[in-house]
């Protein structure tokens, strides 16, 4: 029988994918017949899935420059400094090291960074690992992929041997993936397969309204530009490259984030040949693109994506929906980050290096089997339910 003391939970996280699986966790949380106290703690960008969901921020939140991928280029590091990162991180530490002298508790999502905030902390802690899986490294037979350097520390693990020290710290740590959770079990870890929690909440919302939008093919093609502006205004330039050549009767869902701007987004389209019919819908010869907030709501009605995105990449081929994706300049979806990303999803991503290749690939993936991408993604992702399962072990291991 579970104790029913009130328990006090600090989330971090540190980047907008990060939040949201964290936001799931907590929805799931929620539901437990227990009291519990939840606070976040977005240690990168503005917390807006926290704020959305109206779960209460443990500081004020402050952007940097680089929007929180100092890792993929070192220049970056040097605009957040400038822009307070330094100042920014001691308050943050700050913060937590009192949330555990009051006895709360600590998940930390995403990657080193909140595990170490959290371990720093000296509070009892849990780690979801969003950043990393074996799959970098070896198939899903744990055969090593040809052309990837396996240095000494990686011999074993995707994890470094300091992450995988401070995850023996934790009362529970929740890897991406079954791969990734078998290889961490063969250190004293407390290792949970639970599954991903990305792959939680995609059900469809029934707010995506096609009907003026005539002879709609069976399929649509999805188009992510990602996030973040303004990395997603040339991203979509880019993609807008690439559907040119694929404009005989299709019909485009642009699914766009809520962050980025419409107007930007027009002033592309209209340079690329297209026409507005009305808000939302363009048309250009044959085909049409819709504009939309509903991502949820495209993923039953698309066979295909065109992306430059992160999670929604992986929530697309977790759902047997293979995936072109193209290069840009950064600072997220860069070249190495879209290599990584074919190797962490497998064969049902197609990393391609010109916009003019697309028609191309098109063709191969038309020409395939689609069982091969139902079975890569449920093998790469996982089932949904995850964060109910992610909370029931946090309330039996970390929370009471």
Sequence with gaps: MLSRTPSNLLVLSNGHGEDQVAVRIVQSLKKL?????????PIVGEGYAYRRQHIQLLDAVQIMPSGGFIYMDGRQTLRDLQGGLWQLTRRQLREVRQWAKQGGKILAVGDI???LFAWWSGAPYAFVGTAKSDYYLRDERGTPLPNVGHPWWLSASVYLPWERWLMQQACAVFPRDSLTAKTLQEWPISVFDAGNPMMDNLQPTGQLDLSAVKHQPQRAILLLPGSRPPEAYQNWELILEAVTSLLQNRLFLAAVAPGLERAPLAEMLEKSGWH??????????EARLVLTEHFNDCLGRVGVAIATAGTATEQCVGLGIPVITLPGKGPQFTAAFAEAQSRLLGHSIFNLEHPHQVPEALQQIDQADPQQWYENGLQRMGRSGASERIAA???EELLF
């Design 33 to 41: 017949p227990h009291s519990l106290e939840i606070k976040a703690l």
């Design 113 to 115: 960074v909140p595990l």
């Design 276 to 285: 507005c019919l009305s808000e939302n819908i363009w048309i250009q010869e």
């Design 393 to 395: 072990i946090l309330a």
